[in-house]
């Protein structure tokens, strides 16, 4: 081989690690409100779960979180079943919250990602919006 054809650089493959996979299927906002899942979810797990000054029913909110971050995680990885978990959750997260009845339970999980802004929302409009790119 000559050096010109050393130097001509050829398309390689798709990375097989998970990490870079994530980092690069999608856009990095992707990544980022990933990110922002995993320290919500963190924060919600150290702010809830064993304080018993509330109802044992805001011990839910971290694990509600968690699959908020799981099904992020899955559709930054482009999986499809991840993009329509997500949405499916806050679908039924917001109509709980507008439409169910006012009760502990309401006020323990109804306003997970919504009050003051539903970010739940906007976020699921992002996967619907890069969906097709997903498989």
């Known amino acids: 081989m000559n050096q010109l054809e050393q130097n001509i650089s050829v398309p390689k493959a798709e990375s097989k690690n998970p990490l870079v996979q994530f980092f690069t ?6 990544p980022l409100i990933a990110l922002f899942h995993i320290v919500l979810t963190g924060y919600e797990a ?8 509330v109802s ?3 011990w839910l909110r971290p694990v509600v979180m968690l699959c908020y971050t799981v099904f992020w995680c899955a559709a930054c990885m482009a999986q499809k079943w991840g993009g329509i978990a997500y949405v499916v959750l806050t679908v039924a997260n917001v109509a709980f919250h507008l439409f ?4 502990i339970l309401k006020r323990a999980l109804g306003d997970i990602l919504f009050v003051p802004i539903p970010v739940s929302l906007l976020f699921s409009f992002v996967l619907l919006f890069y969906f097709k790119k997903m498989k």
């Open 25 to 30: 299927r999608l856009p990095i906002f992707f």
């Open 56 to 58: 044992q029913l805001y």
């Open 46 to 53: 150290v702010f809830w779960i064993g304080d018993d000054s």
């Open 100 to 103: 169910g009845p006012d009760i």
